[in-house]
């Protein structure tokens, strides 16, 4: 009896500091949560602070030509803000563009950027003179002496060269039905990451178990080759400013008809019994 009662005691002992803990993680919780409230208040509610919109999160440029990296921004101090441009190229670190005070230049611009960058009132970047190298992610960063947070805003540049006219190559122009592997090859001059394609009769080429492109579709290979590839073939070459089609090129597929394999087969035959007959004939007439 004794034993019995000293374990449901026990039990009971553990049991309530449990229940007390349990009540006061719901209380930690509650109060973490309601300090979050109370946090995201005073975020929302935050009045001095930069804001900047951007018209476009991706710009492309020609090699040679401008871009306008637009932004305006909007502030409660009536300050000049300081604005910082950063470029981000592929693992590499950030390089500072420009930065400036409103729109005078802090010190000096890196040579490569000589005479070729604009700072407008607004924030607004413009580059001249487009270099290949000036592909990459810009940060602007505006910040004002009396406002508390400062604004960053993101705006991709691409730099291309335009594709030039690509032409379709292949080794004949016409091809035996059945034939095992025929292969046409797109080619281009100019332009910078070219992106290919294919048509058949004005259609898009997709990848087929029969008409086969390479990995980069710059080759499109056709196997097992059927008299419905008897078409008009043409590429295409894309990049992010341009776009251009070649000359359709005809390819012609001659049948290999079993008629025809019957008729000369049987010709020869024919003229070998007519050879023999009449080898024999002459003798007899003797
Ligand atoms: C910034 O401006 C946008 C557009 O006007 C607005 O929706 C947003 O709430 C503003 N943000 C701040 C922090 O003022
Ligand atoms: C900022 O100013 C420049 C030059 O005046 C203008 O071309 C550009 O559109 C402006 N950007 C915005 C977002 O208003
Ligand atoms: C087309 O398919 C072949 C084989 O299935 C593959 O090797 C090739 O990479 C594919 N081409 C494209 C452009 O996906």
Known sequence: MKEERRKTSSTEDTAIPSQFSLFGLLLLFQAVFTERRVLGCVHAVRVAGVNITSQAHLVRGTLGGEALLSVSYTSTSSDQPVIKWQLKRDKQQPITVVQSIGTSVIGNLR??????????????????????????AYEVEISITDDAFTAERNINLTVDVPVSRPYVQMIASSVLELSELFT???????????????????????????????????????????????????????????????????????????????????????LITLVTVCACWKPSKK
């Open 184 to 270: 046409l090859h797109c080619s281009h001059v100019d332009g910078t990451k070219p992106t290919y394609g294919w048509l058949k009769g004005g259609k898009v080429l997709t990848n087929d178990s029969r008409l086969l492109l390479s990995h980069d579709q710059k080759y499109l290979t056709i196997a097992r080759v059927l008299m419905s590839d008897d078409d008009v073939y043409g590429c295409t070459v894309d990049n992010p400013i341009s776009s251009m089609r070649s000359v359709p090129v005809k390819l012609t597929v001659y049948r290999r008809s079993s008629l025809y394999i019957i008729l000369t087969t049987g010709g020869i035959f024919l």
């Open 111 to 136: 040579p490569e950027y000589r005479n070729r960058i604009v700072v407008f009132e607004n924030g607004t970047l413009l580059l001249h003179n487009l270099q290949l190298s000036d592909e990459g």
